[in-house]
């Protein structure tokens, strides 16, 4: 008899690391995780296994098959959008090639226990693209399938990893005689900018918000690399994570859709220097845009429309703008540093 674990590629990272103690704090099955890097000290007893290695190690998810009965994947590895633009082919080979595998791993783990695998892909608002400043600012809050041309290559590889975990779940080998899909069931949600108290965010281009909070904590000065007026689509760490378990938990009778938004607040970058310097009254931060980096940020929306996760699932982020900050972050961040 193999053993039931959900799998969590990517663990080491961000999402990963609040991920790893919600789950094991229900302590409904165990949990095997994949990433190049060690997870800290305190999470390595959270889980059954810790494989240090790539996702496009193909012994790697063999060994993984043959051990244990993955019934619920979390695929988090990725390479981030600011990362992946200065090395495209890595981006797409870690975010396109690692996630194809991971899909054709929950395949075949699908296939030979003989019940569906939920398949949970974190996508990003990333896979939008707005043309210009003029159409982001009357776009007003984005559907799931209005402006899906990203400029990134991080974007495009999410967005087409999207319809990969839609082909998979729905169409996977159309043309056999005997039905093959409905093995992978495959759930995104489209993130906007995560902001953690724990952790700090690398390779990303909305990680300004993050930065510009811990480098305050810190005492250190900080220099943003986005304009004042800029906007986009934020949330806590904890509620990003609330979300991913709530569509992990969802009936799937009740899911309308493969890809889904989420928010919660979408301040301007001013707004939130306000609300750091509110919160550390030394700090620092001064305004100093790197214009390609910007044109990323400007080609993101300014909002999104979430209203399909509220009423599918139940998304309902516990913070808004004013109480993540004076509830989660500033608190936590100055008992942090
Ligand atoms: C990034 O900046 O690349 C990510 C994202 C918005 O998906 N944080």
Same mark, same amino acid.
């Given at each position: ?75 988090? @590895?990725? !390479? ?51 043309? /210009? ?8 809050? !984005? ?41 992978? /069931? ?28 811990? @480098? ?58 306000? !609300? ?6 030394? @700090? ?5 845009? /790197? ?47």
């Amino acid at each position: 008899m193999r053993k039931p674990v959900i799998l969590i590629t990517g663990a080491s990272g961000e999402i990963g690391h609040g991920l790893i103690e919600d789950l094991s704090a229900r302590q409904e099955t165990s949990i095997i995780t994949i990433d190049l890097q060690p997870l800290p000290r305190e999470h390595r007893d959270l889980v059954d296994r810790e494989y240090l290695g790539s996702i496009l190690e193909i012994h790697l998810l063999e060994r993984i098959l043959a051990e244990f009965e993955v019934r619920t994947v979390f695929h988090l @590895a990725a !390479l981030l959008s600011t990362r992946a633009e200065f090395s495209p082919m890595a981006g797409h080979q870690v975010n396109v090639e690692g996630t194809l595998k991971l899909l054709d791993f929950a395949q075949s783990q699908g296939e030979s226990h003989g019940r569906p695998v939920v398949f949970l892909y974190p996508s990003s608002i990333a896979a939008y693209g707005l043309p /210009d400043l003029e159409t982001k600012s009357t776009a007003g809050r !984005l559907k799931e399938h209005e402006w899906n041309q990203p400029t990134t290559m991080y974007g495009c590889n999410k967005l087409y990893c999207e319809h990969l975990g839609r082909y998979y779940a729905d169409h996977y080998k159309q043309l056999a005689a005997e039905t093959l899909s409905g093995k992978v /069931d495959f759930r995104s949600i489209r993130f906007p900018g995560l902001i953690s108290a724990e952790t700090v965010p690398s390779g990303g281009t909305s990680d300004y918000a993050p930065e510009m909070i811990h @480098a305050a904590a810190r005492g250190e000065p900080y220099a943003c690399f986005v304009r004042p007026d800029t906007r986009i689509p934020f949330m806590t760490m904890p509620d990003a994570v609330n979300a991913l378990l709530r569509l992990a938990h969802a009936d799937r009778s009740n899911l309308s859709r493969a890809v889904y938004n989420i928010a919660a607040f979408n301040p301007s970058a001013g707004q939130i220097a306000e !609300l750091v310097q509110r919160g550390f009254p030394e @700090a620092k931060i001064s305004f100093r845009p /790197d214009l390609k980096r910007q044109a990323i940020v400007d080609s993101w929306p300014a909002d999104v429309d979430d209203s399909a996760a509220r009423n599918d699932w139940g998304l309902d982020p516990e913070y808004d703008l004013e109480t993540a900050f004076s509830d989660y972050l500033i608190p936590r961040i100055r008992e942090r540093y």
